[in-house]
C-alpha cells in the first residue's frame, strides 16, 4: 500500500503552461508538505499544511499555489510555468515532527 | 539564519565504516534528522536525534551531536554496496514544523 502517492510522475511542458501536481496519503497524517529539489539536489521547503490550513508559506513565487480540499490531499498548481521551476517536487506527510514520509516524487521539466 | 552544511561526496569500501559530517547554524534546533535518499526516490527517515542527547545508536547506526560545535555525524558500521545514495542531514526546532536540510552526502560504496 502506498503511503504518500503524488501523480504525475514526469511532467513534460512548454514555458507559459499551467500545471497541476496532485498528492494523495493515506496514513491519516494531519500535516503535509511540498518540497522543490533542484539538479544539484538542494532539498527546500515550499510550503506546509495542518489540517488544511496553510502553516508555512516560503519565499515562492506567487505563480505557485497549493490547495488542500481535505486532509488526506495537497495539490500544487504553477501558474505561468518558467524554465527554473523544472525540478523534483516532493509531497511529504507527518503526524508528529519528527518523522516525515515522502512521496516519490514529481520530475517537472519545463521546456 | 538557518544554513545546514555538508560535504558533497564520500567513497568508501564495502565492510568500511562510513562517517558522514554536518554542520548547521541555528542554535534553537530541536531535532535534528538523518533522511536517505535512493535514486529515483523520495527521503526515507533512517533516525533522529534530540538536541539534549550527545549520541544515539540504531543498529549499524550511530549518530552524535556536538551541541557546541553545532556538528552532528552519522556514523554506518559494515558499510555495504545498498548504503550507496544520498544522505540528508536536516533540523528542525520544536512546533514549527519546519525542516532545515542540509547540501546532501552522495555515499559511493565500492565493492
Known amino acids: 500500500d502506498t503511503a504518500v502517492s503524488q501523480t504525475p510522475k514526469y511532467l513534460v511542458t512548454q514555458m507559459g503552461n499551467d500545471k497541476s501536481i496532485k498528492c494523495e496519503q493515506n496514513?491519516?497524517?494531519?500535516?503535509m508538505y511540498w518540497y522543490k529539489q533542484d539538479s544539484k539536489k538542494f532539498l527546500k521547503i515550499m510550503f506546509s499544511y495542518n489540517n488544511k490550513e496553510l502553516i508555512i508559506n516560503e519565499t515562492v513565487p506567487n505563480r505557485f499555489s497549493p490547495k488542500s480540499p481535505d486532509k488526506a490531499h495537497l495539490n500544487l498548481h504553477i501558474n505561468s510555468l518558467e524554465l527554473g521551476d523544472s525540478a523534483v517536487y516532493f509531497c511529504?506527510?507527518?503526524?508528529?515532527?519528527?518523522?516525515?514520509?515522502f512521496g516519490p516524487g514529481t520530475r517537472l521539466t519545463v521546456l | 539564519g538557518e544554513d545546514v552544511e555538508q560535504s558533497l561526496f564520500l567513497s568508501v569500501r564495502e565492510g568500511d565504516s562510513s562517517v558522514i559530517n554536518c554542520t548547521y547554524t541555528d542554535s534553537s534546533s530541536t531535532y535534528l534528522y538523518w533522511y536517505k535518499q535512493e535514486p529515483g526516490a523520495g527521503l526515507q527517515l533512517l533516525t533522529y536525534?534530540?538536541?539534549?542527547?550527545d549520541m544515539k545508536q540504531d543498529q549499524r547506526l550511530t549518530v552524535l551531536l556536538n551541541k557546541k560545535d553545532k556538528h552532528l555525524s552519522l556514523r554506518i558500521a559494515d558499510t555495504q554496496t545498498g548504503d550507496s545514495a544520498i544522505y540528508f542531514c536536516?533540523?528542525?526546532?520544536?512546533?514549527?514544523?519546519?525542516?532545515?536540510f542540509g547540501t546532501g552526502t552522495r555515499l559511493k560504496v565500492l565493492a
Open positions: 496514513l491519516g497524517h494531519d500535516t
Open positions: 536525534i534530540f538536541s539534549n542527547m
Open positions: 511529504a506527510s507527518s503526524q508528529v515532527e519528527l518523522e516525515q514520509f
Open positions: 536536516a533540523e528542525s526546532r520544536a512546533g514549527t514544523y519546519k525542516y532545515i
